[in-house]
């Protein structure tokens, strides 16, 4: 029997009109079904108890919607303020994986999903990447199928700026859960290696 350890994975996310929150509960839905503890942070809100959860997370999944080409300002404030986690290298060696979404198709989320991407590394911290193929590469091919916008560095969602959450797109909806099964999946392989269980057989171990 393979020893898979619980992992919490936390989303730390801001969105201020609500389409990166539900994005942020999809990443969080797949972590809970991959068998992880699953928390959703607001950053804009973030209290004592939030960066406790944050600190005691295997994974963290960074999330908020572009603005102006960048991360939104509220999300900026946030990774500013993890500066004396960084000065204590309180999150080396966590995971980490991202998420944007936006209103146009591409709107330069590529550089949102970098620079949380450098967040992670000025932690120490160990990106985790979309991994998944294009959905819609072919003529042949649907929209619908995860990871339409064919982002590989994390998950990219897009709305319509006239629309509420009921403007998110089904498949970008997918491409988060995935994303959220694929970090707790790394996360438990990664503790396993490391952690030593409660009877101190690994898998794999005679
Ligand atoms: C100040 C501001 C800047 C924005 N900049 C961009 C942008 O650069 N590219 C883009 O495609 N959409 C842009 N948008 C649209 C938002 O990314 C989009 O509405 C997103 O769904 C908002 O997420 P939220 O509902 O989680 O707040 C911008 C919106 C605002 C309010």
């Known amino acids: 029997m393979p020893y898979t350890p619980e992992t919490t994975v936390s989303v730390a996310h801001h969105s ?5 929150a539900v994005l ?3 990443v969080a839905d797949g972590a809970l079904e991959a068998g992880a503890q699953a928390h959703l942070i607001a950053v804009d809100r973030i209290d004592e108890d939030g960066w406790r959860l944050l600190d005691a997370s295997d994974a963290i999944v960074f999330g908020c919607p572009t ?4 991360v939104s300002s509220e999300f900026q404030a946030f990774a500013e303020a993890t500066s004396r986690r960084w000065l204590d290298g309180a999150w ?3 995971v980490a994986a991202g998420f944007t979404n936006s209103g146009c198709l591409s709107g ?8 949380l991407t450098i967040l992670a590394a000025q932690h120490g911290m160990h990106w985790v990447n979309l991994g998944l193929k294009p959905g819609f590469s072919a003529s ?6 995860p990871n339409r916008l ?12 006239d629309l509420g959450d009921e403007g998110l797109h089904k498949s970008d909806l997918e491409t988060c859960r995935l994303l959220g099964v694929r970090v707790a999946t790394v996360s438990a392989a990664l503790a396993a290696g490391t952690r030593v269980p409660a009877d101190g057989v690994r898998a794999g171990a005679a």
Not at 67 to 70: H, K
Not at 108 to 115: G, P, Y
Request: charged letters at 15%; hydrophobic letters at 40%; aromatic letters at 4%.
């Open 140 to 145: 042949t091919d649907s929209m619908d199928a």
């Open 16 to 20: 201020r009109q609500g389409h990166t």
């Open 108 to 115: 330069d989320k590529l550089q949102v999903l970098q620079a």
């Open 24 to 26: 942020a509960a999809a």
């Open 150 to 161: 064919g982002i590989f560095l994390g998950a990219g969602a897009q709305s319509p700026a």
């Open 67 to 70: 603005y102006m080409g960048n």
């Open 92 to 94: 080396q060696d966590k």
